[in-house]
């Protein structure tokens, strides 16, 4: 009816299976008749605008503390603690990166360690969020939008993962992956739902020591 000569779409009956990022990328190839599609990207921003939110000459960290559920979240006790731990060392500040609906846990965070050290990005635009990931060294957190804008900027981006596939941080060397102990990565479905106190704090700073 629109006067489109070629329709391109996925199997209609395979979503379940489909492995998110292998999917698309063989769809575009196809589609496009080309080789090998890159699964990297670059997402660039205004540096005038990210100069203007500089508050201090700290190394910048941004804490993905939000998600879409409860049973993805490592917790905002647990984030209190990383950074308690880390100010102990180095000179840092975090961005405390969540939805308005999650701005409770935010707060509680801020109460505990103090506005010197970090604060909410609970009621900023995703574009405004794109200018903090920006300034930053690092994202850790759990599997959410923020990971997956830090590492297609270039950023080392250290998420946790406890009921996320493999394939939602499977298409970025940025992307690195935090496990429980003794967890193979193909263990990790929408339904393992691991303790998230099974990741400790130290096994974080483990990771993330050399990048800060």
């Given at each position: 009816m629109?006067?489109?000569?070629?329709i391109?779409?996925?199997?209609?009956?395979d979503k379940?299976?489909l492995?998110l990022?292998?999917?698309?990328k063989?769809?575009?190839?196809?589609?496009?008749?080309?080789?090998?599609?890159?699964t990297e990207?670059?997402i660039?921003v205004?540096n005038k605008?990210?100069?203007?939110?500089?508050?201090n000459?700290?190394?910048?960290?941004?804490l993905?503390?939000?998600?879409s559920?409860?049973t993805t979240?490592?917790?905002y006790?647990?984030?209190?603690?990383?950074?308690?731990?880390l100010?102990e060392?180095?000179?840092l500040y975090?961005?405390?990166l969540?939805g308005?609906e999650e701005d409770?846990n935010?707060?509680?965070?801020?109460?505990?360690i103090?506005?010197?050290?970090?604060?909410s990005?609970s009621?900023k635009?995703i574009s405004?969020?794109?200018?903090?990931i920006?300034l930053?060294?690092?994202?850790v957190g759990?599997?959410?939008?923020?990971?997956?804008?830090?590492c297609?900027?270039?950023?080392?981006?250290?998420?946790?993962?406890?009921d996320?596939?493999r394939?939602?941080?499977?298409y970025?060397?940025?992307?690195?992956r935090?496990?429980?102990?003794n967890?193979?990565?193909d263990e990790v479905?929408?339904?393992?739902k691991?303790?998230?106190?099974?990741?400790?704090?130290n096994?974080?700073i483990n990771e993330i020591?050399k990048?800060?």
């Open positions: 629109a006067g489109i000569k070629k391109y779409n996925y199997p209609i009956f379940k299976n492995h990022v292998k999917a698309a063989k769809f575009t190839e196809n589609c496009l008749d080309i080789n090998n599609c890159p990207t670059k660039h205004n605008k990210t100069e203007k939110l500089e508050k000459d700290k190394k910048k960290i941004i993905g503390i939000g998600s559920g409860p979240k490592w917790g006790e647990n984030y209190t603690k990383l950074i308690k731990k100010i060392t180095h000179k975090f961005y405390l969540c308005p409770d935010a707060q509680k965070i801020i109460q505990e103090g506005t010197n050290f970090c604060e990005l009621d635009s405004e969020v794109k200018d903090y920006s930053s060294d690092i994202y759990n599997d959410s939008f923020g990971h997956h804008i830090s297609q900027m270039g950023k080392p981006s250290f998420i946790i993962l406890l996320t596939p394939a939602y941080s499977d970025s060397t940025n992307q690195k935090i496990l429980p102990p967890i193979n990565l479905t929408h339904d393992s691991f303790d998230p106190n099974l990741i400790s704090v096994m974080i020591k990048f800060i």
